[in-house]
């Protein structure tokens, strides 16, 4: 298999090439133009030379606010954009994009030696650099070697890449995933120098002690929907946090509940005969945790940071059907996001999850059907998490189907679209982007009470 797509790798490494008929996705609308798939290759190769994966600066700003532009495109290309829609969104979001750092070359040449590689990570100044590294690997090795090498391994380099993609909320793991999905080696090429060069340091921590502590014998095996409860029901963890904690990860949680989230993500392991359902798990309790996160009596609002769990989980079923990803690493990489989608649950507050406010919501706005809801995502003018929620929930009810008369997944039948609903009324009409200097549809900490004041009540 890895042989059959080295050859397609090695002509692609830095070419985006999407082609309607091959590359729809593994959810996507019943017709995709090719005019549109045009459009969709000249916007993403533009941003792909153009663009620097980040469009803040560490230094000025203190947080990696990151480019969504291939998130966004690939999204509204596999629900049905057409040509005029892709380029009209790609547009709203190139007026704060930042021009990338050129390549060093030195550098490049450099990053195959390990101490090299080490030193040059977490630098977002190298992400350039990082990408013409990889693009060059993917041309001598194609991308499932490179993958292999780099993520899978299971030695040090890989290891500490496994991590890094779950860095900066999820971006760099959803950027492979978009990679993957769409069979485009330029992206994976991007994606893995993202995750090079993120540097959030304390998930290094949380995930290797979380890993440690499961294989202590007579640890307890629980599904993502009972350790939700758990943590809901632990003061200590619903507490850990406040809205005003930036990083909350490891300011609030792992500072105030440490013992408690690590004793919760230690008991979430996936067996390498169960990949398949505990994807659709995966997808189902990350569209749970939003869906759920609502407030009796307020509009319904989605957190931002919540989301991001929901909207990775779609590449999952991408993952566990590539054949030259072992079932030992898609089982890995399986646990790594279900842990991260619970601490970072317990970020939030560990807000309760009540879906009746969903399944009793009376649609606002519009018709309240899936077309009205994919319409809406698709038009809302933002960088693409309106869009790309709407994708993971229309996944997450087909995957589910098949097991919904497990208790673990909770959302079951019409709760899908009844969210889908909910989640274009939650809207701003007038866009916007998602960052700090903006108006937005979002809220951030839906467990905490004050983040709550100022959404409308119903």
Not at 124 to 136: A, L, R
Not at 334 to 363: E, N, Q, V
Not at 430 to 447: C, F, L, N, V
Request: charged share 25%; hydrophobic share 40%; aromatic share 10%.
């Amino acid at each position: 298999m890895a042989t059959a797509s080295t050859t397609n790798d090695k002509a692609l490494s830095s070419v985006v090439n999407v082609d309607s008929a091959v590359n729809r996705g593994i959810w996507h609308a019943q017709t995709l133009s090719p005019n549109a798939a045009e459009t969709v290759n000249q916007v993403l190769q533009e941003n792909h030379y153009k663009h620097h994966i980040f469009f803040s600066y560490m230094d000025k700003e203190g947080v990696h606010m990151h480019n969504h532009i291939v998130h966004h495109i690939l999204t509204l290309f596999a629900l049905g954009a057409d040509r005029a829609e892709i380029q009209r969104l790609y547009d709203v979001n190139l007026d704060y994009q930042r021009d990338a750092v050129p390549e060093q070359k030195d550098m490049i040449k450099d990053l195959s030696n390990s101490a090299a590689y080490k030193k040059a990570q977490g630098d977002e100044d190298n992400y350039m650099s990082f990408v013409k590294f990889y693009e060059d690997e993917i041309t001598a090795k194609g991308v499932p070697a490179v993958i292999q090498e780099y993520v899978f391994a299971e030695d040090h380099r890989a290891d500490d890449m496994l991590v890094r993609l779950f860095m900066g909320f999820l971006h760099p793991i959803i950027h492979l995933g978009c990679g993957l999905e769409f069979k485009q080696p330029a992206i994976v090429a991007e994606a893995l120098a993202q995750a090079a060069v993120h540097d959030d340091n304390y998930l290094f921590t949380f995930f290797h002690e979380a890993e440690a502590r499961a294989t202590v014998p007579g640890t307890p095996r629980k599904t993502l929907a009972e350790l939700l409860d758990l943590a809901h029901g632990s003061e200590k963890c619903r507490n850990a946090s406040n809205s005003q904690v930036r990083e909350k990860v490891r300011d609030g949680v792992l500072l105030n509940a440490k013992e408690e989230a690590m004793q919760l993500a230690a008991q979430y392991e996936v067996p390498e005969g169960e990949v398949d359902l505990r994807m659709a798990e995966l997808c189902n309790a990350t569209a749970y945790i939003v869906a759920g996160a609502q407030r009796a009596k307020k509009a319904p609002r989605m957190d931002f940071f919540l989301m991001h769990p929901m909207n990775m989980s779609i590449f999952f079923g991408t993952f566990v059907r590539i054949p030259w990803i072992s079932r030992a690493a898609k089982a890995r990489l399986l646990t790594y996001a279900g842990r991260f989608s619970l601490i970072l649950y317990i970020d939030m507050g560990a807000p309760k999850l009540d879906l009746d406010i969903i399944r009793t919501y009376k649609p606002t706005r519009a018709e309240g059907t899936w077309a009205d809801a994919i319409r809406r995502g698709m038009a809302h003018p933002d960088d693409g998490h309106a869009s790309k929620m709407i994708r993971a929930v229309l996944y997450a009810e087909q995957v589910s189907k098949p097991y919904e008369a497990r208790p673990e997944f909770r959302m079951k039948g019409t709760d899908f679209e009844k969210f889908a609903i909910a989640i274009v009324d939650s809207l701003n009409p007038a866009g916007g982007k998602a960052g700090p200097y903006e108006d937005e549809s979002w809220i951030r900490g839906a467990g905490f009470d004050d983040v709550w004041e100022q959404v409308p009540s119903t």
